[in-house]
């Protein structure tokens, strides 16, 4: 079944814009007819890029530092006007070694790129959010809901997000809903280089759907939520 949303007159900011989720996210809002303003340290001219530029308003910035957090939120509000929905998509994944062989440098890394990036944002948006009494989704990851072998630092940035998803939602009660989707392997380039594909990986443009309903009116009631959008695997 095909979902239809009308986002017309909002203005949405997508973290992480550049990558396969990211952009799919993107395109599904400007399906939508929202003003679609997309962020990331890759620019929607680069290789890697997989956005397609003439769909957003794009402004690169690392959201790991907040000054340029700070100066993005804060451009897209004097462009626009508004900001109606923050998309927390900015994130990555590594994994590899047992704890007792993983280096320090590879925790701040993660909790940077997964976590941080996803608090600066919903910080520095939250102000003009709760003028438009909209909307924060975040991404987060179906291994966050245990520890696992080779990866527990992914897990537990991922983890991150849930739980700071749902403080959000409570800290905001009535006035901007937060909620999470949960993924597991996404079909994307990336990861069909790094592994066979498989029937249960979810295309992006599914996840972007699912983004999308609980940015829009038919989820009022739904906020502190954390979403599967992993199929039926």
């Not at 949303?5 to 939508?32: H, K, M, P, R, W």
């Not at 957090?69 to 927390?88: Q, S």
């Not at 079909?187 to 992006?204: F, I």
Request: proline share 3%; net charge negative; hydrophobic share 45%.
């Amino acid at each position: 079944m095909d979902a239809t949303f009308d986002f017309s007159g909002n203005v949405a900011l997508v973290t992480g814009a550049s990558g396969a989720l990211g952009s799919a996210v993107a395109a599904a809002f400007d399906d939508a007819g929202a003003t679609v303003c997309g962020t990331d340290i890759v620019a929607p001219d680069d290789d890697e890029s997989q956005v397609d530029a003439e769909t957003i308003t794009y402004y690169e910035g690392d959201f790991t530092d907040e000054a340029d957090v700070e100066r993005v939120v804060d451009a897209v509000v004097a462009d626009h006007g508004r900001l109606d929905c923050l998309v927390n998509v900015a994130g990555t994944w590594r994994g590899g070694d047992p704890i007792h062989e993983t280096d320090a440098d590879l925790f701040d890394f993660l909790f940077d790129v997964n976590l941080k990036t996803m608090f600066l944002a919903s910080k520095h948006a939250l102000p003009h959010l709760r003028e438009t009494a909209d909307a924060i989704v975040s991404v987060s990851s179906r291994s966050s809901l245990e520890g696992g072998e080779g990866d527990g630092l992914y897990r537990a940035s991922k983890a991150g997000v849930r739980l700071l998803t749902e403080t959000i939602a409570e800290e905001n009660l009535g006035t901007v809903r937060a909620n999470a989707v949960m993924p597991s392997v996404i079909d994307t380039p990336m990861n069909r280089e790094m592994m066979a594909p498989d029937e249960s990986w979810v295309d992006p443009a599914d996840i972007a759907d699912v983004v999308c309903f609980l940015c829009s009116d038919a989820a009022a009631v739904t906020s502190g939520a954390a979403v599967p959008v992993y199929g039926e695997a």
